[in-house]
């Protein structure tokens, strides 16, 4: 299978979010000059061939100055030539018009925003240090700079968040005239500062309830569901991360990212001070056949569309419907899934109990 998406993982944040269990650090100046060169050095075993989507994601790519950035563009210009999309995540507080500039000037044709609520108190109680004009003035100067594919991360299930404030969340929304939304719930990761706060996050019938309402008010403003968090108007789903639930090939540079190469997970170290060193990768996981197939099933009904079962047979000289037959029939009887012009896709129902359906695939 060809491989025609690049992850970059620039790890460095100004502060750390109470929620947060990715893999950062915070930024310093000397350790992110280093860093840029071991990305290099990566970035060199890469052919330049036509890579059709880069994503640069993080920790805060943002959190770089200008200069770092200047760099970080010219080196993965080679690779940029050809790509249909070329997305960098980027946070309010660390952005600006000049920072924009650069991105613009290097390529960059899709912003994805930090912004995960417009209620400024929140805001507080998950450690974001912006705030709601910030993330305004950002998006204001992006426009004017010629960005037309902006995407916002909003949140759900943050501490002390009603669900007046999501309708005014989605209002802000509406106003800012965007191409996309990811909105996720929060999940309380071990080892975050929330968790040690003992923070009580929703309940599970709060949760999909609150999913329907979110839904329902983004239909109505012209974003349709994709896929179980992420939303798009019209022409502007995710190209790079619907690789990622096509279950295509990607490589993946920077701490702690991760490579996938037909059978092969090739995942990198998340010691700072090793990647510095060099020493980049850690484990190369080798699949079998069946492993495959079924993280192929797991990330495709993450999809409104489903599977693909006419693509997946060519992919692995297999018919999904005959080796899976129980999984997929009894998921049916009970409503969760459908089969319909050779897509097998989860139901309205199915999407909120994927974890039941999976392991009945397990
Ligand atoms: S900015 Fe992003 S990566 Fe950094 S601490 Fe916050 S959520 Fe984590």
Known sequence: METRSLYVHIPFCESICSYCDFCKVYYDQEQSDLYLQRLNEELSQIEQHHLKTIYIGGGTPSALNDEQLEKLMSMLKPYSLEVEEYCMEVNPESMDY???????????????????????????????????????????????????NISIDLMYGLP?????????????LKSLDL??????????????????????????????????????????????KYE??????????????????????????????????????????RSLTKYLNGDFKTTTIDETKE???????????????????????????????????EAITRNIEKGRLMIENDYLKATQEGQYVLNDILIDFM
């Open 291 to 325: 492993e495959t197939m079924f993280n192929q099933i797991m990330m495709s009904l993450r999809l409104k569309e489903g599977l693909d079962l006419n693509k997946f047979k060519e992919r692995y000289q297999e018919d999904a419907r005959i080796l899976y037959k």
């Open 160 to 172: 002390k968040q009603t669900k007046e404030d999501i309708q005014k969340d989605i209002e802000v």
């Open 98 to 148: 000049y920072k924009l500039k650069i991105l613009k000037k290097g390529g960059i044709n899709r912003l994805s925003i930090g912004v995960q609520t417009f209620q400024d108190h929140l805001l507080k109680e998950i450690d974001r240090h912006h705030n709601t004009i910030q993330v305004k003035n950002i998006i204001k100067y992006a426009k004017e700079i010629g960005f037309d």
């Open 228 to 269: 179980i968090s992420n939303y798009a108007k019209q022409g502007y789903q995710s190209k790079h991360n619907l690789m990622y639930w096509y279950y295509n090939n990607y490589y993946g540079i920077g701490l702690g990212a991760c490579s996938k190469i037909d059978r092969q997970i090739i995942e990198h170290s």
């Open 179 to 224: 191409q996309h939304v990811s909105y996720y719930s929060l999940i309380l990761e071990e080892g975050t500062i929330l968790k040690y706060k003992n923070y009580q996050p929703l309940d599970e019938e709060s949760e999909y309830q609150l999913t329907l309402f979110i839904d329902q008010e983004l239909e109505k403003i012209g974003f349709e």
